[in-house]
Structures are given as structure tokens and as C-alpha cells.
């Protein structure tokens, strides 16, 4: 592996009075880091407008559709290159219990969500139609299985009538009957959800026993191609992943899995649109202390697993707001701003810095729910700012880390600082470099000064997300109000890259040779 270094330097906003400059060398490491696609990964729960009216319409509907996919929201995921998408929940997969979802539909029975609205779910949308999405994205699906009122029986029913051969026992053979004679491919099993919380009020304890005895009944076809996911802590629990590690065999577990959202408060999440400077500031703090949750439950799972065989997963995260006015509380559906771009780019930078542990991460959710990439209204669709995010760093999927090191200007709000700048960087197999800057300053640009030398980068090419106001969004009569440009405000010489980048931008840059 070539062996280069370059310099990254950071010199404080324009409007400071002294410019501090930061000069730091990096030498890529030998030992190579993948940035794992699956950090892009996204979440579709049962709850709200998701799955109904977002992915899935019916093959009556007069929405474009394919067995009753949306075809508009299809192709969305695709140029964003989604690799995996969670399901059925959250929540709800704690209360599913996935033989309600197959066969004719006219005999499937109604439940209620006890979640989300308590409205009624008619299981029109199950376990075919999921996985048969999951082959049209070109995502690998994640089953999220359920262990607070399910069994263990349940659950291998359950991978072996996805993926077991037919004529090898009664479930592949219901499958075929079913109309799918090929097993799917299904790797990503998540054995319960919020254990220690919806799914089941649990003790880290007993939850570990639960789930030793779970994952021993877990027998993919060829027994060793199935990835077990324990439900992991809740932000800074850390006892929760220290009792997991230490009782949880590893030849029983692939992965923990962190939730951690950026909410303001519990009791006033405050709105997604209308918000103040001081709620930006809380949403960016609580968005920023994901570097710190990873680091803290990382030193454990190492005390326990130098090797690191065991993966950090963060399979929900995001901002969650009030829901918009006049909408059912139960379905967070809540707008998407400039606000969440920077949430979204500065979070995403942060897996990729640890992207040794952290293997998968999945934004909570795809659509019409909390910090979604797609809104929609009947047969309208709009892409949000966190969409936009999701596109500029396709780049980073299965690139290899180029870790950065610098020390950040601070974004000042009624005497509490945060880092301005974010910033992740890999090389693709091409050798391409992509580097995302992410200044979150509300008032402030910042100049960036890149040694690229080192790299044999002769130009650049790049793009730009940025807007008037934090707030500004898009509607479905303006959906392109917030939406990436072409930036060419980069300056190269004596090997180096200069740019100022705006308050609350993301910038993405493609360095060439
Ligand atoms: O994403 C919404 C909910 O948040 C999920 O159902 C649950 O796991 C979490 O508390």
C-alpha cells in the first residue's frame, strides 16, 4: 500500500480578530481502515407514514409502482447507493410477529401498532414484500427479530424460511409455496430492539442471557453466514454494553448495536423548522457527542475483544423534533433543514473516523419519519437536505480511511463552544480522494487549508450544500430549495488547497491527479 501524508490546516474564521492556524501531518496508516458502506445504512419501521404511502402503496395504486413499491422512491435510494435498510422496526419489531405477514393477503389478520398511533396494521406489507424491495434497492436487508414477546422458535422459523433452501424443512417449502422458491440472501439479524426500553424493560443481565439463548438457536444454512446483533445502549449507558460484553460469549455475537439521537429535550424537542439559534446549538451538541459515545463504549468492547471482532453498530440515530403541526404525534413526521445537513454530514464524519469499530450505522428513518432522506404527499416526493448529505458521500462508501487530525475553531453561543469544523477523508479504489468539511458555525466561514502535496492532487472538483437560513427546507412546491452546487471556490498552489467555507455548509471535494 503507498504510504502518504499530507497536511491539514485550519485557520479561524474571517471575522475573528486573530486567525489561528493549525498545521498537522498525517501519515496513512498501514494497517488500512475500510470506511464500510454499511455506515450509510437506513432504518424503515412500521411507525407512521413510512412503510404505507412511503415505500410501499399497493399494486392498486395509480403511484408508479412495482408490487406495490414506489417506483419514484426506488430509484431515490438508488442513486444514493443505500446498502442495507433495517426492518420492521424499532419498536414495532418487538410486537411483530412475521407470520401475520405472509401468504394471501385477504387472509393476513390486523394487529394494532401499540407504538405509533395505535392504528391499525393490516400486514399487507410483510416479509415477501420487504425482501423483494430489499433485491429491487440492491440494499442488504436487515431483519430486526422479536425477542420481547416473541420466542426463539419464532426467530429461526424465521431465517429458515428466508434463507434455507426449499425441500429442506417446512418453512423454505411454505416460502415456495408462497411464490418464492429462492431463499433470499439475508446476513444482518438483529436479535431484539431497545431491550433495556419498548423491548422489554430489561436488565443488561438478563437481556444477556436472552440473548445467549436466542443466538444459539440462530442456524443460517450454511450455520456461520449470520451476523447477530445484540440490542446495544442507550447513549452513555455504558454498564449496559460492559454486562453485554462480559457475559455474551463471542462466538454468540457479531455485534453491539448504540442508539443515540440528538434531541434537545425529551419533554420540548422544540420544532423542526421554526427552531432558535439556541436549539440549532443544543441539536448540534447532543449530534457531536456521538464522538464521545463511540469512544466510550469502543474502551470497553476493547477491554473484552482487543481483537475487535465484535462491531459497534449505531442502527438508529438522527434529530427528533416536534412533529409538524396538525399531524398525528404517533407518526413523527417532522421537516428536514440546513439544521439537519449539518446534524447529518458532521455525524457521518464521525463514523468514518472510527470506521474500524463502527461497521453500520442506519439514520432514523428512510422516509416521513423523524430525520428522513425522503418526504412524501400522496404522489409527491421531495429529497431533504439529509438526502443531499447522503448523495455528496457516496464517495466514502468502502473507501479507504484517511484519518485526519486537527484542532478545530470553535462555534460560540452564549459562552459554550463547540467545534465549528468537521471534516473525513478516504481514497476510493481509483485512487480518487474525497475529503467532507463540515462547518456548523451559524455566523462564521472559515478558511480550510489543505497540504495535499503529498498526494500528487493537481485539481479538484467539488460540490457545495449550503442556504440562506439554517431553516430553509424544501416544501413540495420548492423541492429543490436546499439542494448541492457546484463549488469552485478552491485555490491550489505550492501543493496546497485553500477554500472558505460558509456558516452551516457542507463541502465535498474530489481531489484529481
Ligand atoms: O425511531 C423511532 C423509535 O426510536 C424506534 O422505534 C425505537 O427503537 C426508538 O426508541
Known amino acids: 500500500m503507498k504510504s502518504f501524508f499530507f497536511t491539514l490546516t485550519l485557520l479561524c474564521g474571517l471575522a475573528t480578530v486573530t486567525a489561528q492556524s493549525v498545521a498537522i501531518t498525517v501519515e496513512a496508516p498501514t ?25 410501499y402503496v399497493g399494486d392498486t395504486s395509480e403511484i ?49 401498532n401499540v407504538w405509533w398511533g395505535n392504528v391499525k396494521e393490516d400486514n399487507s406489507f410483510g416479509t415477501h414484500n420487504f425482501l423483494n424491495l430489499c433485491e429491487m434497492l440492491d440494499a442488504e436487508p436487515y431483519l430486526s427479530a422479536n425477542v420481547g ?13 428466508t434463507t434455507h433452501p426449499a425441500g429442506s424443512s417446512p418453512m423454505p417449502d411454505l416460502r415456495a409455496e408462497n411464490g418464492r422458491e429462492e431463499p433470499w440472501d439475508v446476513k444482518y439479524w438483529g436479535v431484539g430492539n431497545e431491550a433495556w426500553g419498548c423491548g422489554g424493560n430489561m436488565r443488561p443481565e438478563y437481556y444477556a442471557d436472552l440473548y445467549r439463548r436466542f443466538a444459539t438457536f440462530m442456524t443460517g444454512w450454511q450455520n456461520d453466514e449470520l451476523y447477530r446483533i445484540a440490542s446495544g445502549a442507550s447513549g452513555d449507558d455504558y454498564k449496559w454494553t460492559e454486562v453485554l460484553m462480559q457475559n455474551i460469549p463471542k462466538n454468540l455475537i457479531e455485534a453491539i448495536a448504540l442508539h443515540h439521537y440528538a434531541v434537545i429535550d425529551w419533554a420540548a424537542k422544540g420544532p423542526a423548522v421554526d427552531f432558535t439559534e439556541n436549539q440549532y446549538f443544543i441539536t448540534m451538541k447532543e449530534a457531536l457527542k456521538m ?14 475483544d482487543p481483537e475487535k471482532r465484535v462491531d459497534l453498530l449505531v442502527d438508529e440515530w438522527g434529530g427528533w423534533y416536534e412533529v409538524e403541526p396538525g399531524t398525528n404525534p404517533g407518526f413523527l413526521y417532522q421537516q428536514n433543514t440546513m439544521r439537519d445537513a449539518m446534524l447529518a454530514g458532521a455525524t457521518l464524519n464521525i463514523f468514518n473516523n472510527h470506521a474500524d469499530r463502527v461497521k453500520m450505522a442506519n439514520i432514523a428513518q428512510a422516509i416521513n419519519v423523524l430525520q428522513a432522506v425522503i418526504l412524501t404527499d400522496e404522489e409527491k416526493m421531495l429529497l431533504t437536505p439529509t438526502y443531499h448529505v447522503f448523495r455528496m458521500y457516496v464517495p466514502h462508501h468502502d473507501a479507504t480511511l484517511i484519518p485526519l487530525s486537527f484542532e478545530s475553531p470553535m462555534y460560540t453561543f452564549e459562552g459554550e463552544s463547540l467545534p465549528a469544523i468537521s471534516a473525513s477523508a478516504s481514497r476510493d479504489d481509483e485512487g480518487r480522494m474525497h475529503f ?22 493537481t485539481g479538484v472538483t467539488g460540490e457545495i450544500l449550503t442556504a440562506e437560513t439554517l431553516q430553509e427546507h424544501n416544501t413540495f412546491d420548492n423541492p429543490d430549495q436546499v439542494a448541492p452546487t457546484d463549488f469552485d471556490g478552491t485555490e491550489m498552489s505550492d501543493g496546497k488547497l485553500r477554500l472558505t467555507i460558509p456558516p452551516f455548509s457542507l463541502v465535498v471535494l474530489q481531489g484529481t491527479k
Not at 149 to 161: A, V
Not at 291 to 304: F, P, Q, R, S
Not at 444 to 451: R, W
Open 31 to 55: 494497517d488500512t481502515t475500510v470506511i464500510s458502506r454499511h455506515i450509510y445504512g437506513h432504518f424503515a419501521e412500521h411507525l407512521g407514514r413510512n412503510i404505507y404511502g412511503g415505500f
Open 149 to 161: 414477546s416473541g420466542t426463539p422458535q419464532e426467530l429461526t422459523d424465521w431465517i429458515k424460511y
Open 64 to 112: 408508479p409502482n412495482r408490487e406495490g413499491i414506489r417506483l419514484d422512491v426506488v430509484e431515490a435510494l438508488k442513486e444514493i447507493e443505500i446498502p442495507n435498510l433495517r426492518w420492521p422496526g424499532g419498536c414495532f419489531a418487538d410486537t411483530y410477529h412475521w407470520k401475520d405477514g405472509i401468504g394471501p393477503v385477504e387472509d393476513r389478520p390486523s394487529i394494532l
Open 436 to 457: 467532507s468539511l463540515v462547518n456548523i458555525d451559524s455566523k462564521q466561514s472559515h478558511e480550510i487549508e489543505l497540504d495535499v502535496a503529498a498526494l500528487g492532487i
Open 291 to 304: 464522538d464521545e459515545l463511540i469512544e466510550e463504549h469502543v474502551a470497553i468492547m476493547d477491554k473484552y
